[in-house]
């Protein structure tokens, strides 16, 4: 029998539709891939079996009833990012703050995804709040990456990117502030995209940094993405910056890219990523997938970005400032943690012993660093100037898509590196989302897709496909005709034994 575990979302759901398989059958059969992989990956925090299996047997009920599905994805199942809170499932985004707590309700992802028949297999992990590059800041231990268990998944979702490449789960989401989807995609061999910020609802979702969140799909083809993408995207009137405008028709974008014709598409090249700072591995295969856009058709040329250069300095005061704020809400009083409450001691006293206990490391230089910034005296020198700063990318975007149609880069300037390698040096960590910030600061789009194996290390390298605004279906589509002339990497994953 075919290992259901190998096959794509679309392959599944196929299956499914068509009785071939049960949706049960395909979630067991993940569920039993986790329990013998995943003592080694520790993609999952939490894997709801129970949710998961009753959640298939219902699909299976409709179905045998002779209803149509309830979407293209109706039982499949999904590995879903712990930053998205789920009724009455953990939700702990990475931290000790949050342990054990049961959310009352779905975010509007979870809802959407549920509504459309999709079987959450459980929460993946995930770097403490969204922040970091390598799912080292997660409070339950960092996730590995399939390729080589001692390198890094990326982050902040590595967890839903790893899963994937483990063959645990065909899809997952993801969330992406600076990176969080399209850099964990790039450096284990699999698709992500960021959609146009205000896509996908933040409903429910842990916020980080308002201004940049976007969720997004995760998958191993980007065929997979488009249709989970679809699937949860969308205007939501909960998210007061959820786009009420029509969802971009990314899966007939993908199909019509599958096709491998891109005459007649402009693609830039920025100049500013590249050289330094690039290793030579990536260079080569971002090279080589430049060809092959050429190859099938697209229009290659140079574009500059200059004020990119400033896009991480920008981040980096933009992101904290927002965590910061957003953040105090983990107060003691309200969701989960509450430590050092002896009878005797005040309000404040138990927020502060809570907040010295619940939050790791990195959140607590991202909480004084956005504090700083955005206290009098400082705020218009800090937060107003990145605020400028901010405004000037969006413009070197606007003048590149007068040129183009989407922009191309490496997704991160080097592979995956190893576990430990740049804890101690976070501005080493910070660079790993050099290319991928900008699209979060002018809340346009971007795809990651796997480009080859770097000859330095052999690890995968992603080429990431930048859109405007809304314009989501340019990247699906030149990533799918990409995708069509190129070898599929995820078969070289090493395999991770049997055993534990
Ligand atoms: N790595 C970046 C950071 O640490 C991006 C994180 C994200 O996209 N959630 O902030």
Not at 59 to 72: F, T
Not at 213 to 230: I, M, N, S, W, Y
Not at 288 to 317: D, I, M, N, T
Request: charged fraction near 20%; glycine fraction near 10%.
């Amino acid at each position: 029998m075919t290992d259901l575990t190998r096959l794509t979302a679309a392959e599944l759901a196929e299956k499914i539709h068509s009785r071939e398989v049960t949706s049960a059958q395909v979630t067991r059969a993940h569920l039993d891939r986790i329990a013998q992989v995943d003592g080694r990956v520790n993609a999952f925090l939490h894997v709801d079996t129970e949710g998961a299996l009753a959640a298939a047997e219902a699909v299976d009920a409709e179905l045998d009833k002779g209803a149509a599905p309830a979407s293209p994805l109706a039982g499949v199942p999904l590995a879903l990012k712990d930053v998205f809170v789920t009724r009455d499932v953990p939700t702990t985004c990475g931290s000790k703050m949050l342990e054990g707590w049961l959310p009352p309700y779905d975010s509007t992802v979870a809802a959407r995804l549920r509504a459309a028949g999709v079987v959450i297999l459980g929460k993946t992990n995930m770097d403490e709040f969204a922040m970091g590059s390598s799912t080292e800041n997660s409070a339950y231990g960092p996730t590995r990456n399939p390729w080589d268990l001692d390198r890094i998944p990326g982050g902040s979702g590595g967890g839903s990117s790893a899963s994937l490449a483990a063959f645990e789960a065909p899809l997952a989401i993801g969330t992406d502030t600076g990176g969080s989807i399209r850099q964990p995609g790039a450096v284990t061999g699999t698709v992500g995209a960021k959609p146009t910020y205000g896509g996908v609802s933040r409903y429910g979702l842990i916020a980080f940094s308002s201004s940049l969140d976007q969720g997004g799909p995760c998958a191993r083809t980007v065929l997979d993405a488009a249709l989970l993408h679809e699937a949860i995207a969308g205007h939501d009137p909960a998210d007061a910056t959820s786009i009420d405008a029509p969802v971009p028709q990314v899966v007939e974008a993908a199909r019509a890219g599958a096709k491998g014709d891109l005459s007649g598409t402009r693609v830039g090249v920025v100049r500013e990523f590249a050289g330094e700072g690039y290793q030579s591995g990536v260079s080569a295969a971002f090279d080589a997938a430049v060809e092959q856009l050429r190859a099938l058709g697209a229009e290659v040329v140079e574009v500059s970005c200059p004020h990119f250069q400033y896009a991480l300095a920008a981040y980096y005061l933009i992101a904290p400032s927002e965590a910061s704020s957003n953040l105090a809400r983990f107060d003691a009083m309200r969701y989960g943690l509450r430590t050092g409450d002896d009878g005797s001691a005040s309000a404040e006293q138990v927020m502060a012993a809570t907040r010295e206990a619940g939050f790791g490391p990195e959140v607590k230089r991202r909480i004084m660093l956005g504090t700083f910034a955005l206290s009098s005296g400082y705020y218009d020198a800090y937060y107003g100037q990145a605020q400028k700063v901010r405004t000037l990318i969006a413009r070197d975007f606007a003048a590149a898509y007068e040129q183009v149609d989407v922009l191309v880069s490496p997704t991160t300037p080097t592979t995956a590196f190893k576990i430990g390698e740049r804890v101690d040096d976070p501005m080493a960590m910070y660079l790993a989302d050099l290319c991928t910030i900008p699209a979060n600061l002018a809340g346009t789009a971007a795809l990651s897709v796997p480009c080859g194996l770097s000859a330095d290390d052999g690890l995968p390298v992603g080429l990431q496909i930048m859109a405007p605004a809304l314009a989501d279906e340019r990247m699906y589509r030149v990533g799918a005709a990409y995708e069509s002339a190129t070898e599929p990497l995820i078969n070289r994953v090493p395999e991770l034994g049997g055993e534990q």
